[in-house]
């Protein structure tokens, strides 16, 4: 019942690491992500209030605003920040390298386009990062048409893959975003640390720039 609920005054929403993973790692829609995807399309964090809930949520109804967030609480996709943060502005190409960098282990990381292409690298040499960026494109392709047997026949929706050693270790793996029509794919040799606020920022700044062409 809605009053089950209350709203703790003075925070501004943010998605958690792993809310941004969620909004993203996927072309399905429900309304969790409807909501953390709407979350990213702002250039400031929007105070906690049922007003901005019903905006963000695209629903009038309260209490099924607040199952909403409870919903998403619960599963740890938003945080109340103390304060309001604005999106990483600036040049891509300037802020992404920083940003990569903090979510590896190692610091050996790309982010490339759904061509091929990387947009950014930290720690690969040109040479292996374009490499990378090409097999990020065919690996693409190949679970674009192994889709029915990976998805219905095995259940498996992670649509990451992943070169691994011996023990099943990740050497080199590789996760798509998704962001509106574009599909990009982080590259990452080594232990990805995805639950890093640099990761909530690169989306951020990824669905800003990208996202909102299309809106």
Excluded at 55 to 83: A, F, I, P, S, T
Excluded at 181 to 209: D, K, M, T
Aim: net charge negative.
């Amino acid at each position: 019942m809605i009053s089950d609920y209350s709203l703790t005054e003075g925070l501004y929403l943010y998605p958690t690491p792993a809310g941004a993973y969620y909004a993203v790692s996927s072309l399905e829609t429900d309304k969790p992500r409807q909501f953390l995807r709407k979350l990213l399309l702002q250039p400031k964090t929007h105070a906690l209030s049922i007003e901005n809930l019903q905006h963000l949520m695209n629903q009038n109804d309260e209490e099924k605003c607040l199952e909403l967030l409870h919903h998403c609480q619960k599963l740890r996709w938003v945080q109340g920040l103390n304060e309001p943060l604005e999106y990483p502005s600036g040049a891509l190409e300037d802020i992404l390298p920083g940003l990569l960098s903090k979510i590896s282990e190692n610091g050996k990381i790309l982010l490339a386009e759904r061509q091929g292409f990387y947009l950014a690298t930290h720690g690969f040499p040109h040479e292996v990062a374009e490499e990378l960026s090409a097999l990020s494109a065919e690996i693409a392709t190949v679970h674009d048409r192994r889709s029915g047997l990976l998805v219905n026949n095995m259940g498996l929706m992670s649509q990451a893959w992943s070169i691994v050693d011996v023990f099943g270790n990740s050497e080199v793996g590789f996760w798509p975003l998704f962001i509106s029509n574009n599909r990009f794919v982080i590259a990452i040799y080594g232990i990805p640390h995805f639950n890093q606020a640099e990761f909530v920022s690169l989306v951020w700044a990824l669905s800003i720039r990208y996202a909102t062409k299309e809106s």
